[in-house]
């Protein structure tokens, strides 16, 4: 398996050392496969303050409640337009019921 890895390597150096040449060639397999491609090397500044999540914490838990029930309530309804439908389907279906426990049952 490793050798004809390394056939298709020196196939592949055959045919573009015609065009570029060798040094070209070698050049550019030690740049983009040894050392990565030159955009990986870019140093990237990016603004960033630790505080944002403290100070959008309290609209957070406005729109999604404070652990997420309201966004999950959300997602149960759906987004095609019939979400008053199956809330009221859903309230008739838990009616007497508990967190999913039935406790008029013994």
Same mark, same amino acid.
């Given at each position: 398996m490793k050798t004809l890895h390394c056939l298709k390597i $020196?196939?592949?150096?055959?045919?573009i050392s015609s065009s570029l040449g060798a040094l070209q060639v070698i050049r550019d397999l030690v740049e983009f496969n040894v050392a990565g491609h030159p955009? $990986?090397?870019k140093t990237q500044?990016?603004?960033f303050d630790p505080e944002v999540g403290?100070?959008?914490s309290r609209q957070y838990q406005e729109l999604n409640g404070v652990l997420g029930e309201k966004a999950i309530e959300r997602l149960g309804l759906g987004i095609d337009g019939y979400d008053r439908e199956r809330l009221?389907?859903?309230r008739e279906r838990d009616?007497?019921?508990?967190?999913?426990?039935?406790y008029l049952t013994p």
């Open positions: $020196l196939f592949f150096l055959g045919l955009v $990986l090397h500044p990016w603004p403290k100070r959008r009221a389907e859903q009616a007497g019921h508990l967190n999913g426990v039935d």
